[in-house]
């Protein structure tokens, strides 16, 4: 069982940057498979990021790749999004995720992922 709790979130002009942080509690995180999701209103939950109980594989959505960085302390029980070069269009409650497949398409999958946080609201003014 893995509790997450996120945070970080608020409100940035265009352009701008913010770092979420998503808090885990529960012996094994270091085994899991950490993800970012997000959900605009009116939208489906989507991808955003991803990384690999070890750290040594991280996987982005293409809207946001070269802009968002995770990456993750297992030490800390942490897994964090940087994201710079903020758009109107990464307007979204933000959701760290928990799940057990490492692998390019099911990490990217809101489906394969067993454990949410409550979410944290990311707004983007132009």
């Known amino acids: 069982q893995v509790q997450l709790v996120e945070s970080g979130g608020g409100l940035v002009q265009a352009g701008g940057s913010l770092r979420l942080s998503c808090a885990a509690s529960?012996?094994?995180?270091?085994?899991?498979?950490m993800g970012w999701f997000r959900q605009a209103p009116g939208k489906e939950r989507e991808f955003v990021a991803a990384?690999?109980?070890?750290?040594?594989?991280?996987y982005y959505a293409d809207s946001v790749k070269g802009r968002f960085t995770i990456s993750r302390d297992n030490a800390k029980n942490t897994v964090y999004l940087q994201m710079n070069s903020l758009k109107p269009e990464d307007t979204a409650v933000y959701y760290c995720?928990?799940?057990?497949?490492?692998?390019?398409?099911?990490?990217?999958?809101?489906?394969?992922?067993?454990?949410w946080g409550q979410g944290t609201q990311v707004t983007v003014s132009s």
């Open positions: 990384i690999k109980w070890s750290g040594g594989n991280t």
């Open positions: 995720a928990a799940g057990y497949y490492s692998d390019y398409v099911r990490a990217r999958s809101v489906s394969k992922y067993d454990y």
């Open positions: 529960g012996r094994t995180f270091s085994s899991y498979t």
